[in-house]
């Protein structure tokens, strides 16, 4: 086996990924129109029990990230996932991995976090919500900057 590659999480990346995909091809097939009157009442009925479906991380451990301060445990999930994530979505992905903390409801002490890590630089929030990391939006200037005069 090659150094430096966990195949066992690889597989279970792709099998997670075929089992949303599998999902996803039967959602489609269930929103084809069969003849039955009552088609939109299915598809309502799937998207309410996927709404209530939590959301896998599969690249998280347990302890992925234990004894993290939020900020550090944020950009590290950011990082991990190498895209934008609701605060929802970074509060769900930090409890299961093993974020330390003592909050009664994580969610209100992430959706803060991230703002005062905005006011930083360090995360932007995006259009639909979502948070990346500052880095992933940094624009490179086209024009050198003009030296100050002496």
Request: hydrophobic residues 35%; proline residues 5%.
């Given at each position: ?13 792709m ?20 003849g ?7 598809i ?7 709404s ?25 999930c ?73």
């Amino acid at each position: 086996m090659s150094e430096g590659i966990d195949y066992e999480a690889l597989l279970a990346a792709m099998e997670e990924e075929r089992a949303n995909l599998d999902k996803m091809i039967a959602w489609v097939k269930w929103k084809i129109p069969k003849g039955d009157t009552n088609g939109s009442a299915k598809i309502e009925q799937m998207i309410a029990q996927r709404s209530t479906e939590p959301i896998r991380f599969p690249r998280l451990k347990q302890d992925t990230f234990f004894k993290m301060s939020f900020p550090q445990a944020i950009k590290e999930c950011l990082n991990l996932m190498k895209r934008p994530l609701s605060a929802r979505d970074i509060t769900n992905a930090l409890q299961e991995g093993g974020l330390t903390h003592k909050a009664k409801d994580l969610y209100q002490t992430v959706f803060p976090t991230l703002q005062r890590m905005k006011e930083k630089g360090e995360v932007d929030k995006l259009a639909n919500g979502e948070w990346g990391l500052a880095e992933w939006y940094e624009r490179k200037s086209s024009q050198p900057q003009a030296e100050e005069d002496k």
